[in-house]
């Protein structure tokens, strides 16, 4: 007779970041922006009316849509919104790879694609890297598939590949979905939102978690054909009509309003990471070229997991993914100046020390 654990679904989920919490600490393993968001994001929640709490929120929470929209120059009715990209992807997942082909992305990638793929019965392909983990355009063109998903710039590599080698890929696919994912592209490289007129059958994914700093309120969007997104609505439907929390929504709208601030914090953001490229490299680590609020390192004589665990021991935290072929790298958020400064004297210790 079955047991009740025959019964229970047996699946290898994705592991997060920790969230530590210590007054003292260096948090740059979760890629979240060290600047506070936007000050009309305060302002909205100093306005919002906790009366509108009693009530549902919009199924289809058209005041943030409306908001992205704008922002973007589209159509609202080509907006999906979800609770953080992570809950767009995982719809796309379902919505637009039915095709029993095997879908494609790269070896060295965001790892939440192949618990996707595995939690929903996706079969999928890996397509290899190049030796300076740059991704080939030829192993998405003439090669059978049923989608492919690409995070753009990627992670945990931080490198970016060019829009003309984007669109190539799109145009050879477009019998199929192809997904772009620009969690980190306003901190460097070119959107594929450009091409979303020309070809319908492109998504593009984008979060509010690192640029505009709000991880902890968790929006995430696709930008798509009127057909995609009705297709990525529907599914929503069969599993949760009201995702978008009131004060997701609200606050959410608010926090596109400033776009000098929002300009302002990537600028920063952009010369630390220059900063602390140049710092790494002078202790002797090579540094992938990165267009992304994170750097992806590794130090010749000095083992990832070693300085990972030195660091903890000084509670600094950055990300380690120990498994081939980035077991060397470590990936490291850009904090701000001091926090940078205090991470690279940490790493002139460990290494003098080793
Ligand atoms: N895509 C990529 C490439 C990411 O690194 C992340 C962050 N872990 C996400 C999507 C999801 O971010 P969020 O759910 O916070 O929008």
Not at 16 to 28: C, F, R, T, V, W
Not at 229 to 257: F, H, Q, R, W
Not at 265 to 287: D, N
Request: glycine share 6%.
């Amino acid at each position: 007779m079955a047991s009740l654990a025959d019964n229970l679904r047996k699946i290898d989920p994705y592991v997060a970041g920790e969230q530590p919490n210590y007054p003292d600490m260096i948090k740059l393993n979760t890629n979240e922006n060290p600047y506070p968001p936007a000050p009309g994001v305060l302002a909205a929640l100093e306005a919002f009316d906790s009366g509108v709490l009693r009530l549902y929120p919009s199924t289809d929470a058209s005041k943030l849509r409306k908001a992205i929209a704008g922002y973007h120059g589209v159509s609202e009715k080509q907006v999906f919104v979800g609770v953080g990209s992570d809950d767009v992807l995982a719809n796309i997942f379902q919505s637009c790879f039915n095709s029993g082909i095997p879908i494609l992305f790269p070896e060295v990638t965001y790892s939440f694609y192949r618990v996707w793929a595995n939690l929903y019965g996706i079969s999928y392909r890996l397509t290899p890297m190049r030796q300076d983990f740059t991704i080939d355009k030829k192993d998405y063109i003439g090669n059978e598939n049923g989608g492919v998903v690409i995070a753009n710039p990627n992670a945990p590599t931080s490198i970016f590949m060019p829009l003309e080698d984007i669109r190539d890929i799109v145009e050879a696919n477009s019998e199929r979905v192809v997904v772009i994912d620009e969690a980190y592209v306003d901190f460097g490289g070119e959107s594929a939102l450009a091409l979303l007129d020309t070809h319908p059958n492109l998504v593009v994914v984008r979060t509010f978690s690192k640029s505009r700093s709000l991880a902890g309120l968790r929006i995430g969007y696709a930008v798509a054909s009127e057909q995609i997104i009705a297709t990525m609505e529907s599914v929503k439907d069969c599993i949760n009509s009201y995702p978008m929390n009131c004060t997701a929504i609200e606050v959410g709208a608010a926090s596109l309003d400033d776009e000098a601030y929002f300009r302002g914090r990537i600028e920063a953001i952009v010369k630390t990471r220059a900063v602390l490229t140049e710092g790494l490299k002078k202790l002797g680590f090579t540094v992938m070229p990165s267009s992304a609020n994170f750097v992806f390192a590794s130090h010749p004589g000095i083992d990832a997991g070693t300085i990972l665990s030195r660091l903890r021991q000084k509670h600094i935290y950055v990300r380690h993914f120990n498994s081939e072929p980035v077991k060397d790298y470590l990936r490291i958020t850009v904090g701000t100046d001091e926090q940078v400064d205090r991470l690279l004297a940490a790493l002139k210790e460990i290494t003098d020390e080793i």
